[in-house]
């Protein structure tokens, strides 16, 4: 069965500082893998997705993602953080032969200036 | 332009009213969704119709009954609503199964 691990709860970094949230899947084939944001009050929004091809993905508002197959990992990093970008992050796992979407528990993310 | 748009954004109802939640997309997208979030920000999956036809139920009790009129609408009915089914409902819809779900603003329900 597929499931997302999303180890940390909580993560508090200063503004300007590097962020790596950390994904980690369960799946037996190669899977569609997304991260969302959710701003307090808000829904989702997409930061960005991984198909195929290319593992390092670029995504919205300064984001990328790797996908490390072999650590069945797909981490979240921005190289400097706003404090507009405390939120919570989910990380999303999805089946080729479904349209079913697993979602990691979250991560909370707050900023101190 | 609101692409997933969810009415309302706030319901506080008692426990045993019935209660609906409507859900609009304009993105002529083939698949819509609905996801449970509960205090936890867990979110799961309920449901997903594509073309109006229902693809995935995932256990939810009887008592939620989706019901797509067209493509673009995916309401959800709630029967005789208990304390736990308090919850953020979000509805989501992508174009084809298997890609990129966009995601309405959430209704936040609050049973009494």
């Known amino acids: 069965a597929q499931s997302v691990t999303q180890p940390d709860i909580h993560i508090t970094v200063s503004e300007g500082a590097s962020l790596e949230l950390r994904c980690n899947y369960s799946y037996g084939a190669t899977p569609y893998l997304f991260w969302y944001v959710q701003s307090p009050g808000q829904g989702l929004q997409l930061l960005l997705k991984?198909?195929?091809?290319?593992?390092l993905v670029q995504g919205i508002k300064g984001f990328e993602a790797e996908f490390k197959r072999s650590q069945s990992s797909f981490n979240l990093r921005k190289p400097s953080v706003h404090w507009s970008d405390a939120a919570e992050y989910f990380c999303?796992?999805?089946?080729?032969?479904?349209?079913?979407?697993?979602f990691g528990t979250g991560t909370r993310l707050q900023v101190f200036p | 332009d609101t692409a997933v748009s969810q009415t309302p954004k706030y319901l506080v109802t008692q426990m045993g009213n019935d209660k609906s939640i409507k859900c609009e997309q304009n993105l002529g997208h083939d698949t819509m969704y609905w996801y449970k979030q509960d205090s936890k920000k867990f979110l799961k999956i309920m449901f997903s119709y594509n073309n109006k036809e229902l693809i995935i139920n995932e256990t939810v009790p009887n008592r939620f009954s989706p019901k797509s009129p067209d493509k673009a609408h995916l309401n959800l009915h709630i029967n005789s609503l208990e304390l736990g089914d308090s919850a953020v409902y979000f509805c989501?819809?992508?174009?084809?199964?298997?890609?990129?779900?966009?995601f309405g603003p959430g209704t936040r329900l609050l049973v009494l």
């Open positions: 999303a796992v999805g089946a080729r032969n479904t349209d079913k979407l697993i």
């Open positions: 991984y198909f195929s091809g290319d593992t």
């Open positions: 989501a819809s992508s174009q084809y199964q298997q890609e990129t779900q966009y």
